[in-house]
């Protein structure tokens, strides 16, 4: 059963057969069991590239390289900063 047409957005952002493949193994692994977050999180992907907040290839990288580069552009990791314990 297909939830989200992630197909046809990956086409119109351009995204080439080969990386869409890759991305679809790289989101099944974190979602093995279910098909609509698996898709809906491949939609949401394509959908960054296609409204030019990543390339294909940013979302493909791993976590660590992703993480370096947003504090390299912007000086500022993701996310809220740690709280210290008093």
Known sequence: ???????????EAGIPDDKLA??????REEFPYDDMMYELHV???????????ATI???LAPPAQTETRLVAT???AEGPPARRRA
Do not use: K, N, P, S
């Not at 939609?43 to 907040?53: F, K, S």
């Open 1 to 11: 059963m297909d939830y989200f047409d992630y197909e046809g957005v990956a086409q």
């Open 43 to 53: 939609l949401g992907a394509c959908m960054a590239v296609q409204d030019g907040y």
């Open 22 to 27: 890759a991305l679809c193994r790289q989101v």
């Open 74 to 76: 912007t000086g500022v």
């Open 57 to 59: 290839d940013e979302v």
